[in-house]
């Protein structure tokens, strides 16, 4: 069964940085690309950044692009995003998801349970 | 960017009866390999996303047959044939070729 659990949500205040944490189980990490999205408060869905199964691409939306780095670790099936000069509009349950085992196209197959960062003085 | 708009943007239906939900992009989803990348995701209630349809019209892994997509280029749909009390929840379609990825706003089914 897979799983991706994440971890390292909390309240933190604006301009400060955090890193979120997924652990995957349940398949084999290091073929899938994986992804973060989050959901502000009451609102949709936002993607917010991509990497491939190797690391060696990544791919950020202009709204964290600068501010947030992801990253994974093969050898310990864990995917991180380090978010740093965190705004008031970062607030958002954080997604992590696995894609497909191949694919022309990016999607999210499989979606963790989530964690919530809250940006706030 | 992508901009992807659904309606309608809330839909109350009859347990049994179906329920139909459109989503357009403002650029086409058609890939050079032949694969048009439009997705479904359902968030129930308190729940995360999950994948419903793959590719416009392909059924994730245990996804009932009640649902359906459809639809090319820039105009697909997602049926229900008939609507369950289980079905209750937000439909998001997402584009997957266009970075930044983007999804629709939402349509919000819920049971008369």
């Known amino acids: 069964e897979v799983q991706l659990v994440e971890s390292g949500g909390n309240l933190v205040q604006p301009g400060r940085s955090l890193t979120l944490a997924c652990t995957a189980s349940?398949?084999?990490?290091?073929?899938?690309?994986m992804y973060w999205v989050r959901q502000a408060p009451g609102k949709g869905l936002e993607w917010v950044s991509h990497?491939?199964?190797?690391?060696?691409?990544?791919n950020y939306p202009d709204s964290v692009k600068g501010r947030f780095t992801i990253s994974r670790d093969n050898t310990k099936n864990s995917l991180y995003l380090r978010m740093t000069s965190l705004r008031a509009e970062d607030t958002a349950v954080y997604y992590c998801?696995?894609?497909?085992?191949?694919?022309?196209?990016?999607?999210?197959?499989?979606w963790g349970q989530g964690t919530r960062v809250t940006v706030s003085s | 960017d992508v901009v992807m708009t659904q309606t309608p943007l809330s839909l109350s239906v009859t347990p049994g009866q179906p329920a139909s939900i459109s989503c357009k992009s403002s650029q086409s989803l058609l890939h050079h390999e032949g694969k048009t990348h439009l997705y479904w995701y359902v968030q129930r209630p308190g729940q995360s996303p999950q994948l419903l349809i793959y590719e416009v019209s392909s059924r994730f892994s245990g996804v009932p047959e009640r649902f359906s997509g459809s639809g090319s280029g820039t105009e697909f749909s997602l049926q229900i044939s008939r609507v369950e009390a289980e079905d209750v929840g937000v439909y998001y379609c997402?584009?997957?070729?266009?970075?930044?990825?983007?999804f629709g706003p939402g349509t919000r089914v819920d049971i008369k």
């Open positions: 990497i491939s199964s190797s690391g060696s691409t990544v």
């Open positions: 349940g398949f084999t990490f290091k073929n899938y690309e």
């Open positions: 997402m584009q997957g070729i266009h970075l930044p990825l983007t």
């Open positions: 998801a696995r894609g497909p085992f191949y694919s022309s196209g990016y999607y999210f197959a499989y």
